[in-house]
């Protein structure tokens, strides 16, 4: 895979192929004693290991959120203020962790993820990084077929290369397929997660993205034979020091 470009990567990757060749195996949470969820846009928390966060905290571990990107951008088009839409993001964001039982997210308040900014970005989770100490990080995966995503990833690798810490880092799934060499069973947790991802009403106000991301959890339950498990969430998921290597030969 490496020796293709990086567009025919994400192309390749997008046939979903890889499904023939690996299938993940089941893990079980907690995911050592604190995780930490680095989302780039308020809901992706939610959508991408909302199940998998509330099987974690269910065994006594402690998790905390990120949000990066401030929320703007489509105000213009629902006839709000840049600074209406980002409160009314991070107050969604708030009403999800809330509902996690966890303290409320810390917003970096980027108004774009974008090249320029992605060293600033991995020095600002390096600093969280070393202050949280986590056990594992969540973060979107590097060919999610989102710009801010993907930059949000890279960052996140360089912060991991600067601190040196022994932590497993998950890729979830998101707007693409990750390939995937884990997974985390959540049937009992399904409507939990639909519930949190109802949170971002302004989201979801014309895209039912709990109907959406309840029917790839039930896909993903396929290659566990979809009888006793119904629904999956999937990640890849690598040591620290090989999430960097992975990240920075896709990046490129």
Same mark, same amino acid.
């Given at each position: 895979?490496?020796?293709?470009?990086?567009?025919?990567?994400? @192309?390749?990757?997008?046939? !979903?192929?890889?499904?023939?060749?690996?299938?993940?195996?089941?893990?079980?949470?907690?995911?050592?004693?604190?995780?930490? @969820?680095?989302?780039?846009?308020?809901d992706?928390?939610?959508i991408?290991?909302?199940?998998?966060?509330?099987?974690?905290?269910?065994? !006594?571990?402690?998790?905390?959120?990120?949000?990066?990107?401030?929320?703007?951008?489509?105000?213009?088009?629902?006839?709000?203020?840049?600074k209406?839409?980002?409160?009314?993001?991070?107050?969604?964001?708030?009403?999800?962790?809330?509902?996690?039982?966890?303290?409320?997210?810390?917003?970096?308040?980027?108004?774009?993820?974008?090249?320029? !900014?992605?060293?600033?970005?991995?020095?600002?989770?390096?600093?969280?990084?070393?202050?949280?100490?986590?056990?594992?990080?969540?973060?979107?995966?590097?060919?999610?077929?989102?710009?801010?995503?993907?930059?949000?990833?890279?960052?996140?690798?360089?912060?991991?290369?600067?601190?040196g810490?022994d932590?497993?880092?998950?890729?979830?799934?998101?707007?693409?397929?990750?390939?995937? !060499?884990?997974?985390?069973?959540?049937?009992?947790f399904?409507?939990?997660?639909?519930?949190?991802?109802?949170?971002?009403?302004?989201?979801?106000?014309?895209?039912?993205?709990?109907?959406?991301?309840?029917?790839?959890?039930?896909?993903?339950?396929?290659?566990?034979?979809?009888?006793?498990?119904?629904?999956?969430?999937?990640f890849?998921?690598?040591?620290?020091?090989?999430?960097v290597?992975?990240?920075?030969?896709?990046?490129?």
């Amino acid at each position: 895979m490496f020796e293709l470009d990086r567009k025919t990567q994400a @192309v390749f990757h997008a046939t !979903n192929i890889l499904k023939r060749y690996i299938k993940p195996i089941q893990v079980r949470p907690p995911f050592g004693k604190r995780c930490l @969820v680095v989302a780039p846009h308020s809901d992706d928390e939610a959508i991408g290991c909302g199940g998998s966060v509330l099987s974690h905290l269910s065994k !006594n571990g402690d998790a905390r959120i990120i949000i990066v990107q401030d929320g703007s951008g489509a105000e213009a088009a629902i006839g709000l203020s840049r600074k209406e839409l980002i409160e009314i993001r991070e107050q969604e964001s708030i009403e999800c962790a809330k509902r996690l039982g966890i303290e409320a997210p810390r917003f970096l308040r980027y108004a774009r993820v974008g090249v320029d !900014n992605v060293s600033r970005l991995a020095a600002d989770l390096e600093g969280i990084i070393m202050e949280y100490q986590p056990d594992a990080v969540f973060g979107p995966f590097i060919l999610d077929h989102n710009y801010e995503h993907e930059n949000v990833s890279l960052a996140l690798a360089l912060a991991l290369e600067r601190t040196g810490l022994d932590v497993e880092v998950y890729s979830y799934e998101v707007w693409g397929l990750c390939i995937p !060499n884990v997974a985390v069973f959540i049937d009992e947790f399904i409507d939990a997660k639909c519930e949190l991802i109802a949170c971002f009403k302004s989201q979801t106000r014309c895209n039912d993205y709990a109907h959406a991301f309840k029917g790839l959890a039930m896909y993903n339950s396929l290659q566990f034979g979809a009888i006793d498990t119904k629904y999956v969430e999937r990640f890849l998921a690598l040591p620290g020091n090989e999430y960097v290597d992975f990240v920075k030969k896709v990046a490129g």
